[in-house]
């Protein structure tokens, strides 16, 4: 099987990809770990087509979606300025979603994805990178790891009616 992985800069009009993609690798993460209810909720608030267009529109947020040919098979979300969710840190930029299908998972999209976070912190003169990512995610907490992330703090998650522990990351970045 040959992959033709590219990445774009999503607009308004992806809105409705990122909706689906979104929505179901947010499901194949989480949901054997959460009840039917909470996933549903979460999904429905959190990647509603109003909801996405509105963090589309936000100037300190950028998201790119990963292609391969016509299949969006990931997606990431990056954040600076006033726009980072649990830290306004001046010399940073919050990764808030990096989602990979789990079909193309171990295939060097996560990478790609991670590459461009770290390009765009470089254009902006950032010296740090971090995120939030479930404790349980032992997964994405060993990708994380093994590209120079050390946990540094841990922030209560509300999924539905659980609250979740997450593991705040951080990287620290050469800017030339």
Same mark, same amino acid.
């Given at each position: 099987?040959?992959?033709? &992985?590219?990445? *774009?800069?999503?607009?308004?009009?992806?809105?409705?990809?990122?909706?689906?993609?979104?929505?179901?690798?947010?499901?194949?993460?989480?949901?054997? =770990?959460?009840?039917?209810?909470?996933?549903?909720?979460? &999904?429905?608030?959190?990647?509603?087509?109003? =909801?996405?267009?509105?963090?589309?529109?936000?100037?300190?947020? *950028?998201?790119?979606?990963?292609?391969?040919?016509?299949?969006?098979?990931?997606?990431?979300? &990056?954040?600076?300025?006033?726009?980072?969710?649990?830290?306004?840190?001046?010399?940073?930029?919050? &990764?808030?979603?990096?989602?990979?299908?789990?079909?193309?998972?171990?295939?060097?999209?996560?990478?790609? $994805?991670?590459?461009?976070?770290?390009? $765009?912190?470089?254009?902006? *003169?950032?010296?740090?990178?971090?995120? @939030?990512?479930?404790?349980? @995610?032992?997964?994405?907490?060993?990708?994380?790891?093994?590209?120079?992330? *050390?946990?540094?703090?841990?922030?209560?998650?509300?999924?539905?009616?659980?609250?979740?522990?997450?593991?705040?990351?951080?990287?620290?970045?050469?800017?030339?």
């Amino acid at each position: 099987m040959s992959f033709e &992985i590219y990445l *774009q800069e999503a607009r308004l009009v992806d809105a409705p990809v990122l909706q689906k993609l979104g929505a179901k690798t947010f499901y194949d993460t989480y949901g054997p =770990y959460n009840t039917e209810e909470d996933m549903e909720q979460y &999904i429905a608030q959190k990647f509603s087509i109003d =909801y996405l267009r509105t963090e589309l529109s936000k100037a300190t947020s *950028q998201n790119f979606i990963a292609w391969d040919k016509d299949k969006a098979i990931g997606y990431l979300k &990056i954040n600076y300025g006033t726009a980072q969710t649990d830290l306004r840190l001046v010399d940073a930029l919050e &990764i808030e979603r990096l989602f990979v299908i789990p079909a193309y998972q171990g295939k060097q999209v996560g990478k790609l $994805l991670l590459q461009k976070a770290f390009s $765009l912190a470089q254009d902006l *003169q950032k010296n740090n990178i971090w995120l @939030n990512v479930w404790e349980k @995610n032992l997964r994405a907490i060993r990708f994380y790891e093994k590209n120079g992330f *050390q946990t540094f703090n841990k922030h209560l998650f509300k999924l539905g009616t659980v609250v979740q522990t997450d593991l705040m990351m951080k990287r620290s970045l050469e800017v030339s």
